[in-house]
Nanobody
Framework: QVQLVESGGGLVQPGGSLRLSCSAS????????MGWYRQAPGKEREFVAT???????NYVDSVKGRFTISRDNAKNTVYLQMNSLKPEDTAVYYC??????????WGQGTQVIVSS
């Protein structure tokens, strides 16, 4: 089982930036596919971005060109750099780890609020 701890959320004005971090422990981080998901009030949790063991990234269309997912295997950490933030990006952001055996783990989430 992987333990995940997110950080970096907060209140930011439209057009601003935030960087989320997710620190992992309890597993061989470099072998896991890592992802970011978000859940806005009253909505289902949705996929935002994933990064493979080899560093290949995928994004939901709504964040392409604005968000960048990256990983530092030496630090067991995955990041989500969020630029040009919009009010519709407001959500709780969750980190997810998928191990080679398919086992998934979730963090507790970090709140992002985009508002003037």
């Amino acid at each position: 089982q992987v333990q995940l701890v997110e950080s970096g959320g907060g209140l930011v004005q439209p057009g601003g930036s935030l960087r989320l971090s997710c620190s992992a422990s309890g597993s061989i981080f470099s072998r896991n596919v890592m992802g970011w998901y978000r859940q806005a009030p009253g909505k289902e949790r949705e996929f935002v971005a994933t990064i493979s063991r080899g560093g290949i990234a995928n994004y939901v269309d709504s964040v392409k060109g604005r968000f960048t997912i990256s990983r530092d295997n030496a630090k067991n950490t995955v990041y989500l750099q969020m630029n040009s933030l919009k009010p519709e990006d407001t959500a709780v952001y969750y980190c997810r780890s998928t191990a080679t055996n398919g086992l998934q783990s979730w963090g507790q989430g970090t709140q992002v609020i985009v508002s003037s």
